[in-house]
């Protein structure tokens, strides 16, 4: 149903996060308390990251490409 599609969407988040370079369990931890989900997260503007010293200009933008194409990807892979 509608929980088991939104889960396999962040899960999906998750593992497109965690491939970009200075990102790790500790960070995306930290940021999702920050931000309450990692779709919130990807969807921040530069200006809301701007606290994490480890964000930097570069790394922001991977995260904002990511976007809904990890939607897709998620239903593609979970055939949903």
Same mark, same amino acid.
Request: charged share 30%; no cysteine; aromatic share 10%.
């Given at each position: $149903? !509608?929980? *088991?599609?939104? !889960?396999? /969407? =962040?899960?999906?988040?998750?593992?497109?996060?965690?491939?970009?370079? $200075?990102? $790790?369990? *500790?960070?995306?931890?930290?940021?999702? *308390?920050?931000? $309450?989900?990692? !779709?919130?997260?990807?969807?921040? =503007?530069?200006? %809301?990251?701007?606290?994490?010293?480890?964000?930097?200009? /570069?790394?922001? /933008?991977?995260?904002?490409?990511?976007? !809904? &194409?990890? &939607?897709?990807?998620?239903?593609?892979?979970? %055939?949903?």
């Amino acid at each position: $149903g !509608e929980a *088991k599609s939104m !889960e396999r /969407e =962040e899960y999906a988040r998750l593992m497109a996060l965690k491939q970009i370079n $200075g990102l $790790g369990n *500790k960070r995306l931890i930290e940021l999702t *308390k920050k931000f $309450g989900s990692l !779709e919130k997260l990807i969807n921040a =503007e530069f200006i %809301d990251l701007h606290n994490f010293t480890f964000i930097t200009k /570069e790394t922001f /933008e991977e995260i904002n490409n990511l976007s !809904e &194409v990890i &939607v897709e990807e998620a239903r593609t892979t979970f %055939d949903y």
